[in-house]
């Protein structure tokens, strides 16, 4: 995860472990005070595929859900590079997951917004049990950490925060069957953006 507190047209982020063929990339995309779309690709896979967005509340920018199903191996990693149509304040929070399906895996995805400690986004359409479930953020300001929470019953791991965690991503390896929210508990108030997302097995 990351979020550098200057504008940058560019920002790269190394996966250093291996990337096995088929693996699902996934991840929580930002650009702030730009116009357009944030642009996402890394060096094995070429472009990445764009999923559900939110803008900004205030300000323009764009937040997205970027994906990769069925990668190519990578056996030494890869860096995967988000671009802006201008300078902007950019934040991703990435993860690699394997045994996810290889075609059309997104199975169902919320975004929005909210401005409490409290992060409750969605809930998803019903999905099966055993589905990969995340829930990703990206904050406005910098709260300083932020607490996993749980859908329907089963608990998120935190996977990856930035150090001042406006840039995180949690997970659920397998789901109870149902409806899936994306809960967590920042450390402080902040505006947010989160997405929940349900992937096929």
């Known amino acids: 995860a990351a979020s550098p507190g200057s504008r940058q047209t560019s920002l790269t982020l190394t996966l250093s472990q291996p990337v096995a063929a088929g693996d ?3 991840g929580w995309y930002g650009q702030y005070n730009a116009p357009g779309q944030v642009q996402v690709s890394d060096n094995v896979n070429g472009t990445w595929t764009r999923g559900q967005s939110e803008p900004f509340t205030s300000g323009t920018g764009d937040i997205a859900l970027e994906y990769v199903a069925n990668s190519k191996a990578a056996p030494k990693g890869l860096t995967i590079t988000v671009k802006a149509s201008a300078a902007a304040y950019l934040q991703e929070a990435i993860a690699d997951f394997r045994g996810v399906a290889t075609v059309a895996p997104l199975a169902s ?41 749980a859908s329907q019953g089963v608990p998120y791991v935190v996977d990856v925060q930035n150090g001042s965690a406006s840039a995180s991503l949690e997970d659920i390896l397998a789901t109870a069957a149902g409806p899936q929210t994306a809960t967590a508990t920042l450390g402080a108030a902040s505006t947010s953006y989160t997405v929940v997302a349900a992937f096929k097995p």
């Open 24 to 26: 699902l990339l996934v």
């Open 109 to 149: 995805a919320v975004v929005g917004h909210g401005s409490t400690t409290a992060i409750s986004m969605g809930p998803t359409a019903s999905v099966p049990s055993n589905d990969l479930l995340i829930g990703a953020t990206i904050t406005a300001g910098q709260p300083g950490s932020i607490l996993a929470g």
